[in-house]
T-cell receptor, first 109, second 114 residues
Framework: RKEVEQDPGPFNVPEGATVAFNCTYS??????FFWYRQDCRKEPKLLMS???SGNEDGRFTAQLNRASQYISLLIRDSKLSDSATYLC??????????FGSGTQLTVLP | NAGVTQTPKFRVLKTGQSMTLLCAQD?????MYWYRQDPGMGLRLIHY???????AKGEVPDGYNVSRLKKQNFLLGLESAAPSQTSVYFC?????????????FGDGTRLSIL
């Protein structure tokens, strides 16, 4: 099983829609989780950190299910500017993170 | 607030040439990382450092060397560039171990080897 698995997409949604991405991870010892967004050919930027059961920041909500080892990201009222690749990153060892190739989102006008 | 700064932003090399990529952070972070990202792929860890004077191998270290002589700087060297090293290189730093600290990224170096 891969350390991190995400549906690569692409997800194409209309502006204003609600979209959710799931991410499964294999390391049951992961304590922290991060969602990054990466625009085409740009650096990953931290979107949200998750240390407990979930986190919410404006239109973005992350939920963690430790028993099933998955974490989700919900985006409400999608904006054109939300178009990007979303990376789910669970902590692994204390020294390294494992980055998957992410889920591609395109918000259409 | 500079954060993580990478130089150069772009570079074209010929096969066999050498070069050094510089990463500088002004956040007093202990940990620093070098990744490469190929088209359509995720980030792959090349080398990392958990403090000044220390380095360790990541997932894809072959063909690269690193040095961390100063806490704020992490250098990535290509001794003899090969076309397979054409990629976008990202440097990142984190305050402490990544078990509870996110990484902050520089804006990348786009390297082409002819």
């Amino acid at each position: 099983r891969k350390e991190v698995e995400q549906d690569p997409g692409p997800f194409n949604v209309p502006e204003g829609a609600t979209v959710a991405f799931n991410c499964t991870y294999s390391n049951s010892a992961s304590q922290s989780f991060f969602w990054y967004r990466q625009d085409c050919r740009k650096e990953p930027k931290l979107l949200m950190s998750v240390y407990s059961s979930g986190n919410e920041d404006g239109r973005f909500t992350a939920q963690l299910n430790r028993a099933s080892q998955y974490i989700s990201l919900l985006i409400r009222d999608s904006k054109l500017s939300d178009s990007a690749t979303y990376l789910c990153v669970p902590s692994g060892s204390a020294r390294q993170l494992t980055f998957g190739s992410g889920t591609q989102l395109t918000v259409l006008p | 607030n500079a954060g993580v700064t990478q130089t150069p932003k772009f570079r074209v090399l010929k096969t066999g040439q050498s070069m050094t990529l510089l990463c500088a952070q002004d956040m007093n972070h202990e940990y620093m990382y070098w990744y490469r990202q190929d088209p359509g792929m995720g980030l792959r860890l090349i080398h990392y450092s958990v403090g000044e004077g220390t380095t360790a191998k990541g997932e894809v270290p072959d063909g690269y060397n690193v040095s961390r002589l100063k806490k704020q700087n992490f250098l990535l060297g290509l001794e003899s560039a090969a076309p397979s090293q054409t990629s976008v290189y990202f440097c990142a730093s984190s305050a402490t171990g990544v078990s509870n600290q996110p990484q902050h990224f520089g804006d990348g170096t786009r390297l082409s080897i002819l």
